[in-house]
C-alpha cells in the first residue's frame, strides 16, 4: 500500500467518523449519514490497497 494512499484512506475514515459522531451528538441525521459515507469511503480506499498489495507478491 502505498503511503499516500493509507494516510488518505486513515484520514478519510477518521474525519468520517468524527463528522459522525457529531451528527450523532446534536442528533443531526444527514451530517451523521455524511460522516457514516466519508468513513465507508476511506474503509474502501485502505481494502482496495490491500487487494493491490496482495497481487503485488
Do not use: I, P, W, Y
Not at 459522531?21 to 444527514?30: E, I, K, P, V, Y
Amino acid at each position: 500500500m502505498t503511503a499516500g494512499e493509507k494516510a488518505k484512506a486513515k484520514t478519510e475514515q477518521a474525519e468520517g467518523k468524527a463528522k459522525e459522531t457529531l451528527g450523532r451528538a446534536f442528533g443531526n441525521d444527514r451530517m451523521a449519514a455524511e460522516g457514516q459515507a466519508k468513513k465507508s469511503v476511506g474503509d474502501a480506499r485502505e481494502a482496495k490497497e490491500k487487494v493491490k498489495d496482495a497481487f503485488k507478491h
